[in-house]
């Protein structure tokens, strides 16, 4: 990846530890001269924006941005507005240079420790310096807000990690560098956690050991009664604070999920009745407690999620263990693990492989989706056969158009689906609603609930226009859901769309990847013609299908069930998926 570093101080030590830190993605960047940041920022046509970068960091220093922050250093009075003012300058000069990247990371504003040694005066209302910090952060998180290519970092973090040495005032004296390499190692490494966020190589997965992982001791021998969980022991609490924080991931939408050796009756028993335990069955996605091979575990428990092996994290006390997986499977991350109980939160929060760029109410109710998974599919071999199974599940597809409330799950959605996905191609927020933006292209956002609960927004489709035809671009969906007609529905409402307007053919172009081939086989079944090995097209003087097992709905509450033979619902109603249409 190309990334542009702005700054007011020497970064070189910044650049050269993007380039050197072994996670991927794998950094080119290039660094404009120190201190024409207002320049760069602002100068479409200066030279370093001629290739577009994949990423700029903007990285400032208060007082040399805003001018009054620096009368306040002299000690000298500052009006309140006019500090505010010159933020907003600032920020509107971000928001005009995130036009030109997919993503713009702009990381707080600090000050040396030694310029807050005011004690009672530090947080003066009238000429605090801590005070005005705080101020200026708030106020520029506020403007920016909402802004979808640009992503402000906490740099207060890097300095507490990197500790007393973290301002130099040696370094900037003799090469204008602002900070220890720790500081910059550290920012490193924050930020290619955040592009493989924005990338979707986020893990989304955590694979956890039962016994001194969840609880001390082996509840195979003690029962439930006698692990160590809880109460006033240093390790005990220590567990419940790890659990506690597992949950908190998996509120984030992180799945969490059980590999053990154990037998399966003793240690769902334990999760069920002890009552130190945070987390209960209903917390985890899916689970393999037996005397199997952990890594034939953890392959069989990852394809019944129909996720990748690469999405997961595996934690273990037993370095045997972990050695053992970690040689089967070097495609997962397993790390290593302290042998005091008492560090597991802080090993657990030091992670970076789960960051994201949002958090969405779908994202919350991941667990809870995964759970209503289990229940439909443990109803499914009650029925003869799959139409008689797919008829009582009574599925409501809903269809809204691409707006600014579902657009981070799109995104999300769009970067981190593989296996249903026509092209595989990812873009940030800002990217896809500029795409979508042409007056000739349709997008669409899925919803899928059933008689379980609500499977949330689950499948995207974009459509091209141009002429007589009509392309597919984006036809993704998530793999929880694949085989229940969804796909179905949705070329459904691409093909009226087109119909809609006089479209004569609608195509779709498989773009082969190693993990898409679902996808294909899907197309190949689709009814569609196949063209030249990986190009699909529908005639769209034929109505497509809609099953009868799925009850299709618009954002304007007009509903769809299957059509009769030779009439279009959406034509005789005059109606259309979206306002586009």
């Known amino acids: 990846m190309r990334g542009l570093l702005i700054s007011d101080f020497n970064i070189e030590n910044l650049s050269s530890y993007l380039k050197k830190e072994p996670n991927a993605p794998a950094i080119d960047s290039v660094i404009t001269c120190y201190g024409e940041v207002f320049q760069t920022l602002l100068d479409d046509a200066a030279p370093c924006w001629s290739e577009r970068p994949d990423f700029v960091v903007a990285w400032t220093r208060p007082e040399s941005v805003l001018e009054a922050f620096r009368k306040l250093l002299d000690c000298c009075s500052v009006n309140e507005k006019d500090l505010n003012a010159q933020v907003d300058t600032f920020s509107a000069a971000l928001r005009q240079a995130s036009k030109r990247t997919r993503a713009l990371f702009v990381p707080t504003w600090v000050i040396p420790p030694f310029h807050q040694t005011h004690g009672l005066l530090d947080l003066s209302p009238t000429c605090g310096v801590a005070r005005a910090l705080m101020q ?9 807000e909402g802004v979808p290519a640009v992503y402000p970092l906490w740099t207060e973090k890097w300095i507490q990690l990197a500790g007393p040495t973290a301002f130099n005032q040696r370094l900037w004296y003799l090469g204008k560098i602002r900070f220890s390499n720790d500081v910059f190692k550290t920012a490193a490494r924050d930020l290619k956690a955040g592009l493989r966020g924005l990338g979707g190589q986020a893990k989304k997965v955590i694979i956890l050991d039962l016994d001194d992982v969840l609880w001390g001791g082996t509840v195979g021998e003690t029962g439930w009664q006698g692990i160590t969980l809880g109460g006033h022991d240093p390790s005990g609490e220590a567990f419940v604070d790890f659990q506690r924080d597992l949950k908190a991931l998996s509120r984030r939408g992180i799945l969490l999920a059980i590999v053990s050796k154990n037998e399966e009756t003793v240690a769902i028993e334990a ?3 002890h009552p130190e335990m945070v987390l209960k069955m209903d917390d985890f996605a899916g689970w393999r407690i037996n005397w199997q091979d952990k890594a034939a575990n953890i392959i069989d428990l990852m394809a019944e999620l129909k996720l990748g092996v690469e999405s997961a994290v595996f934690i273990d006390d037993s370095p045997v263990e972990r050695a053992r997986v970690r040689e089967a499977l070097p495609q997962l991350f397993v790390p290593e693990w302290p042998s005091d109980k008492r560090l597991y939160t802080e090993a657990l929060l030091s992670l970076d492989c789960f960051d994201r760029p ?3 109410d779908d994202d919350r109710q991941r667990v809870r989706m995964y759970a209503v998974d289990r229940a439909r599919k443990e109803s499914q071999p009650q029925l003869n056969n799959l139409e008689e199974w797919l008829a009582t599940l009574k599925t409501t597809v809903t269809v809204e158009e691409l707006n600014q409330s579902n657009l981070p799950r799109v995104a999300q959605l769009l970067n981190k689906t593989n296996q249903m996905n026509l092209s595989t191609r990812r873009m940030s927020e800002a990217d896809l609603h500029m795409w979508a933006s042409e007056k000739d292209r349709r997008t669409w956002a899925f919803r899928v609930s059933d008689k379980f609960g609500d499977s949330g927004l689950i499948g995207i489709l974009s459509l091209e226009l141009d002429g007589s035809q009509a392309r597919i671009i ?9 085989g229940r007609k ?3 529905a949705m070329l459904f409402v691409a093909i009226d769309c087109a119909r809609t307007v006089g479209i004569q053919e609608v195509n779709a172009t498989y773009c082969r990847t190693p993990k898409n081939k679902p996808c294909y086989a899907f197309f190949q079944r689709s009814g569609m013609t196949c063209r030249d090995g990986n190009t699909f097209v ?3 003087a034929q109505m497509y299908p809609l099953h009868s097992a799925i009850r299709l ?17 959406f034509t005789v109603n005059h109606a259309s998926p979206s306002n586009n249409c």
Not at 554 to 559: A, M, N, V
């Open 538 to 540: 529908w005639d769209a």
């Open 358 to 360: 949002s958090l969405t």
């Open 136 to 144: 200026i952060n708030r106020r520029l998180l506020e403007t920016l």
């Open 553 to 569: 709905v618009c954002e304007d509450d007009r509903t769809f069930e299957k059509s009769p033979v030779g009439v279009n619902p």
């Open 486 to 488: 969804i796909e179905e």
């Open 271 to 273: 999760i069920a009745k």
């Open 474 to 482: 984006d036809f993704v969906l998530s793999c929880r859901v694949i």
